[in-house]
């Protein structure tokens, strides 16, 4: 079916898209630079109106699907197109999943790594998110709440979602409800959602306090909704407005308890996949292991079911979040922590020599200085979790330089029918 010409100007060229780049965007070629097409498939032929440069090339606009792809679908949910949550919806399963699980291979390739084992893609199931940032506008009487277009600060008032858990989206109505009344004209904020195992933890970030009224207000959505704690924050760090219980996450057998915006995996499956992987290429034998950027503890404490763990993370609060579940499990004993900025200051490769393995768990961003030094120490085993498949295999190059064996290879879709995969791998000298 061919969509029809909409009126404007601008540069405008017959394309056919050849792949896909890291965001799910269709790629093409005009005049020997790459050009980015939300929305179109591999093998399309579109009439497409060329708009901002962008690395190099140019962002586009679909203005008619001359020749759609055979994987091309129906989307499912009402919102796509505009919301950023989801890309790539109309693309047929068999094909994203191929798609998605060979996006890590491709981007090693590139830097002339092959794994020895690639897993089958594992995926966690539709409406499994438990953590989601959401931003909110409101004008006049109606509150904008959902999430914003892609490369775009306009929100999109979602009304159905396939990938929030049920309680985080039964929550949107009575929270435009709250926020028509709280929220001042043309104001804007963002909310964190993370349902944990004693109720959803709401933290509102937003340019201004809560007057009096304000947090009256919010102390009732808290009780009516059943939450377990509301927090707000404006420039110094949340404060607490309801505590009704205290958020509770467990790790292995601990119960955690993060601070309010704490970063966690999106989803408890996605999480439970990773935590195999790091279980499955635990070396035999290994009594000591160095859990690097672990957060608040989300693999430290299943791996101190069987080893001794020093824990290592960047952030105070994580830090302080598991030190306080160790002690409270009777822990300690078993695991350390550190607070260090491992870009800055990476362990040294005669600090790694105590460890018999070392799990890495690094931001989109990656860890070429600690995987620099992991390279010159005497270290045989590492896991390597990534969420971003360019700076995982620029760190794995870097140990694969220096003695390492890429031996298998795990693609996780976490963050369904998006670019965004996790990758868990095992080196071994």
């Keep these: 079916m061919r969509r029809q010409v909409r009126p404007g100007g601008g540069k405008q060229a017959e394309l056919t898209v050849t792949g896909l780049g890291g965001r799910g965007d269709g790629l093409a070629n005009f005049e020997g630079r790459p050009v980015f097409l939300p929305g179109a498939l591999p093998g399309e032929r579109v009439l497409a109106r060329l708009t901002s440069p962008k690395a190099g090339g140019f962002r586009g606009e679909i203005l008619e699907l001359i020749q759609p792809s055979p994987d091309r679908v129906e989307a499912e949910c009402p919102h796509f197109g505009s919301c950023g949550g989801c ?64 490369l775009s600060h306009r929100i999109v008032d979602v009304q159905s979602c396939m990938i929030l858990r049920p309680a985080l989206f039964d929550l949107l109505a009575p929270l435009r409800i709250l926020l028509a009344d709280i929220l001042p004209n043309d104001e804007q ?67 955690v308890q993060p601070w309010p915006g704490a970063f966690l995996q999106a989803t408890a499956e996605g999480e439970s996949l990773l935590r195999q992987a790091v279980f499955d290429f635990l070396p035999d034998g290994a009594r000591k292991v160095a859990d690097l950027f672990s957060g608040c503890g989300a693999f430290t404490f299943s791996l101190a079911e069987k080893v001794s763990v020093l824990a290592v993370e960047g952030e105070e609060a994580a830090v302080a979040t598991l030190d306080a579940a160790a002690r409270r499990s009777g822990l300690s004993g078993g695991v350390s922590t550190a607070c260090r900025d491992l870009a800055r200051d990476p362990l040294r490769a005669e600090e790694l020599e105590q460890f018999d393995a070392i799990v890495l768990d690094p931001p989109r961003n990656g860890a070429p200085e600690q995987c620099a030094e992991i390279a010159q120490s005497n270290v045989q085993n590492v896991t390597m979790l990534s969420c971003n498949p360019s700076t995982f295999a620029r760190d794995v190059k870097i140990l694969v330089d220096n003695g390492f064996a890429l031996t298998t290879l795990r693609p996780i879709d976490q963050f369904l029918w998006t670019g965004h995969l996790e990758i868990a791998a095992s080196l071994q000298r």
């Design 87 to 150: 890309s790539l919806q109309h693309f047929s399963d068999e094909a994203y999943r191929q798609w998605k699980g060979g996006l890590a291979a491709e981007a090693l390739a590139r830097r002339g790594v092959e794994a020895k084992s690639v897993s089958p893609l594992q995926s966690v199931p539709a409406r499994s998110r438990r953590r989601a940032t959401l931003a909110a506008r409101r004008q006049g009487q109606k509150v904008l709440l959902g999430f914003r277009e892609q």
């Design 189 to 255: 904020m963002d909310l964190h959602l993370l349902e944990s195992e004693t109720g959803c933890d709401l933290l509102i970030r937003a340019p201004f306090a809560p007057g009096l009224r304000e947090r009256e207000a919010l102390a009732s959505f808290a009780r009516e909704q059943d939450l377990a704690q509301l927090s707000w924050e404006e420039d110094d760090g949340p404060e607490p407005v309801a505590l009704r219980r205290q958020p509770i996450v467990t790790f292995g057998k601990v119960a």
